[in-house]
């Protein structure tokens, strides 16, 4: 598991980065967005790290927060950026990913997978039902 | 009918440079080298096709110097979005009954 999620960040940072080669402007994140990102995925580590010292259960610690947490703080983290940029849309799926964290955590241990993978997937769907309606008002389609 | 064909865009060199230029993200420019690479053309050729380009208001170019080296990016301008647009309408409507 640990394997192939680092081959598939190296992937997909290659990819990226061979992607995007030449390309400045709006769309590459500044330093201090990258740290704002960085700061949201560390702190979950605290919180696990501090629910663990509180002596809260492995249940919560090891399958609720890892599965809502991520979502929630990353999601906030990327909706801030994208209001700072008035970038709506990625603000939206930010919004949208926060929301379905939060609905992760009150659905509780159980329920918490399904309603990550249902609602991570019409947020997705979402974004992408935005992208196709916005090429198709352009005659120009990338 | 192909009198709508816009003549600057119609060129095969500076369709490639528009469409490539267009799919960058708004706001967003591309470095002349990463251009000539992608589209596999000489500084030369290149320079001259963007000048044209410029002329017409289709793209802008700006000149930043980082030390001892100078980069050049490039951007389609609104105009050369819109003219990019009509030049792809055109077309449609030119070989729509095929």
């Known amino acids: 598991m640990v394997v192939f999620v680092i081959a598939n960040f190296v992937a997909t940072v290659g990819v990226r980065m061979r992607a995007t080669a030449g390309v400045s402007g709006k769309s590459r994140l500044r330093p201090a967005e990258i740290t704002v990102l960085a700061l949201a995925w560390i702190a979950v580590f605290l919180i696990i790290g501090g629910m663990s010292i509180a002596g809260v259960s492995g249940a919560a610690i090891y399958t609720l927060v890892p599965l809502t947490v991520p979502l929630i703080l990353g999601g906030l983290a990327w909706a801030a950026i994208n209001a700072a940029r008035k970038d709506w849309r990625p603000f939206g799926v930010g919004l ?28 997705l769907l979402g974004s992408a039902a935005a992208i196709v309606w916005r090429q198709r008002r352009s005659v120009v389609r990338p | 009918m192909t009198d709508e064909l816009d003549p600057l865009i119609h060129v095969p060199t500076r369709l490639k440079i528009v469409a490539t230029l267009a799919a960058l993200p708004d706001g967003d420019t591309l470095s002349f080298t990463r251009l000539q690479d992608l589209l596999g053309l000489t500084p030369g050729n290149l320079i001259i096709q963007l000048r044209k380009l410029e002329e017409a208001g289709y793209l802008s170019t700006e000149k930043t110097r980082n030390g001892s080296a100078q980069k050049t990016t490039v951007a389609l301008t609104r105009q050369g979005h819109k003219a990019l647009d009509a030049y792809t309408q055109a077309l449609r409507d030119l070989l729509g009954g095929l």
Do not use: I, S
């Not at chain 1, 609905?103 to 991570?120: C, E, K």
């Open chain 1, 96 to 123: 949208g990913v926060a929301v379905v964290g939060a609905a992760g955590l009150l659905a509780g241990v159980v329920a918490a997978w399904a309603v990550d993978g249902v609602g991570l997937c019409v947020v």
